[in-house]
C-alpha cells in the first residue's frame, strides 16, 4: 500500500513539474531555489522537488506527500479567505468523507482536550497558528495552518458534570479552492495527528 501512494505522490509531482513553475513560488507561497520549493507543512519544514518531498529531516510520509503534492497541484493566486470559517460538511462533493472526518480528525482529540488545552502555545508556535476569533465560543479555541493556504479553527468544550468532552474543527472559508475535498478531509486528520503528537499522546 505505501509503494502505491508513493507512486501517487510522484504521479504528482511528474504532473506539476510538467507545468511551468514560473508562478508555483508566489501561489504555494515558497521559498524557490532551482527546482526546490521551501515551506511550511504539517509543522515542519517542507522541501519538495521532482523526485520527491522531504519533511523536516526525513523523506516525507507518503500519506502526507498525497496532500502536500495536491496542495501544490492546486496551487493558485488566490489569498486564504479564513472567515466565516465553515465546517467540512458544508464543502461540495463532502459527504462520503464526513463520517471519517468526524472520526479521525474530532472525535481523536475528544479525549485528551486537557493536555491539549495545557499545550496550546505549543501547538500554535509548531503549526504557525494564532487565536481563534473572539466570536468563536468553546471552553478555548486556535487556529492552525497545516499548509499556508488552508486554515483549521478547533474549538474545544473540556467536560462538565452534564456534558462530555467535544471538539469541532472547522475549516478556512475557501480551503476548497486550493485542495480537492478528499485531501482537505486527509488535511484535518493529519493535523490532528500533529497535535496529538506534539502533546505526546
Given at each position: 500500500?505505501?509503494?502505491?501512494?508513493?507512486?501517487?505522490?510522484?504521479?504528482?509531482?511528474?504532473?506539476?513539474?510538467?507545468?511551468?513553475?514560473?508562478?508555483?513560488?508566489?501561489?504555494?507561497?515558497?521559498?524557490?531555489?532551482?527546482?526546490?520549493?521551501?515551506?511550511?507543512?504539517?509543522?515542519?519544514?517542507?522541501?519538495?522537488?521532482?523526485?520527491?518531498?522531504?519533511?523536516?529531516?526525513?523523506?516525507?510520509?507518503?500519506?502526507?506527500?498525497?496532500?502536500?503534492?495536491?496542495?501544490?497541484?492546486?496551487?493558485?493566486?488566490?489569498?486564504?479567505?479564513?472567515?466565516?470559517?465553515?465546517?467540512?460538511?458544508?464543502?461540495?462533493?463532502?459527504?462520503?468523507?464526513?463520517?471519517?472526518?468526524?472520526?479521525?480528525?474530532?472525535?481523536?482529540?475528544?479525549?485528551?482536550?486537557?493536555?491539549?488545552?495545557?499545550?496550546?502555545?505549543?501547538?500554535?508556535?509548531?503549526?504557525?497558528?494564532?487565536?481563534?476569533?473572539?466570536?468563536?465560543?468553546?471552553?478555548?479555541?486556535?487556529?492552525?495552518?497545516?499548509?499556508?493556504?488552508?486554515?483549521?479553527?478547533?474549538?474545544?468544550?473540556?467536560?462538565?458534570?452534564d456534558f462530555p468532552a467535544s471538539v469541532t474543527c472547522l475549516y478556512s472559508h475557501n480551503a476548497d479552492q486550493f485542495m480537492p475535498v478528499d485531501g482537505l478531509a486527509d488535511t484535518?486528520?493529519?493535523?490532528?495527528?500533529?497535535?496529538?503528537?506534539?502533546?505526546?499522546?
Amino acid at each position: 500500500m505505501t509503494d502505491n501512494y508513493a507512486k501517487i505522490v510522484q504521479n504528482n509531482l511528474d504532473k506539476l513539474y510538467s507545468s511551468s513553475l514560473q508562478d508555483l513560488a508566489g501561489h504555494l507561497p515558497a521559498l524557490q531555489e532551482g527546482e526546490r520549493f521551501i515551506f511550511e507543512a504539517f509543522g515542519e519544514t517542507c522541501v519538495m522537488g521532482p523526485g520527491g518531498i522531504a519533511l523536516g529531516k526525513a523523506d516525507c510520509p507518503s500519506v502526507l506527500g498525497i496532500i502536500i503534492s495536491l496542495y501544490a497541484l492546486g496551487a493558485c493566486p488566490d489569498l486564504c479567505v479564513s472567515e466565516p470559517y465553515q465546517g467540512f460538511k458544508s464543502f461540495p462533493g463532502s459527504m462520503p468523507y464526513s463520517g471519517a472526518f468526524v472520526t479521525h480528525t474530532e472525535q481523536v482529540l475528544v479525549p485528551h482536550v486537557e493536555k491539549i488545552k495545557n499545550a496550546v502555545e505549543k501547538i500554535m508556535a509548531s503549526l504557525k497558528g494564532e487565536k481563534a476569533p473572539l466570536e468563536t465560543g468553546g471552553d478555548f479555541s486556535f487556529v492552525v495552518y497545516p499548509l499556508p493556504k488552508i486554515a483549521l479553527c478547533y474549538i474545544f468544550y473540556e467536560a462538565d458534570e452534564d456534558f462530555p468532552a467535544s471538539v469541532t474543527c472547522l475549516y478556512s472559508h475557501n480551503a476548497d479552492q486550493f485542495m480537492p475535498v478528499d485531501g482537505l478531509a486527509d488535511t484535518g486528520e493529519y493535523t490532528s495527528k500533529k497535535i496529538l503528537d506534539l502533546i505526546g499522546a
